[in-house]
């Protein structure tokens, strides 16, 4: 009860961007109603993987991205999109799911693979160079199907 109405101050005050999830809601999409979707192909040497993405277009989105979600299928995923190349960082406050970072550069090839971030860790995880951005997928993901550095993504949202 406490715990509840303390979540519910907090997003209050941190105002519409704030949804408040109970921790046994599980996969719920409609949470990332907003976000647009898509698909991304993993081009791997021996073979492709599919993974249906939603889309962080928005400085909100961005800020949002995963947060909130309790848990997240093996074939769906978050695209981050940068501007333009640069070092950039994450986090994963108010992330409930571990994840894997697929870091990629402007041609879309994975450039830097962060396995099993931390849910709700505030540490740092850096994509150590310039890059175009970030594909987030479920924690064991990139192992077990045999992403590697230099793997080819592609996707339409990734032809500048």
């Not at 947060?67 to 501007?83: A, E, K, S, T, V």
């Not at 402007?106 to 540490?123: D, F, L, N």
Request: aromatic letters at 6%.
């Amino acid at each position: 009860m406490i715990r509840t109405l303390l979540l519910s101050l907090l997003c209050l005050a941190a105002g519409p961007a704030c949804t408040a999830t109970p921790a046994n809601a599980g996969f719920n999409p409609a949470q990332l109603r907003d976000f647009p979707r898509d698909t991304l192909t993993v081009q791997r040497s021996e073979g492709r993987d599919l993974f249906q993405i939603w889309v962080a277009e928005t400085s909100a989105q961005q800020q949002q991205g995963l947060m909130w979600i309790q848990q997240l299928p093996r074939d769906y995923g978050m695209l981050f999109l940068l501007p333009e190349p640069r070092p950039m960082d994450m986090w994963m406050k108010n992330t409930y799911v571990p994840l894997d970072m697929l870091f990629f550069d402007t041609s879309g090839r994975i450039i830097h693979i962060h396995e099993r971030a931390v849910p709700q860790s505030e540490a740092i995880i850096s994509s150590g160079a310039e890059v175009a951005g970030v594909v987030e997928i479920l924690a064991g993901e990139a192992k077990r199907r045999g992403i590697q550095v230099g793997d080819q993504l592609l996707s339409r949202r990734l032809v500048r």
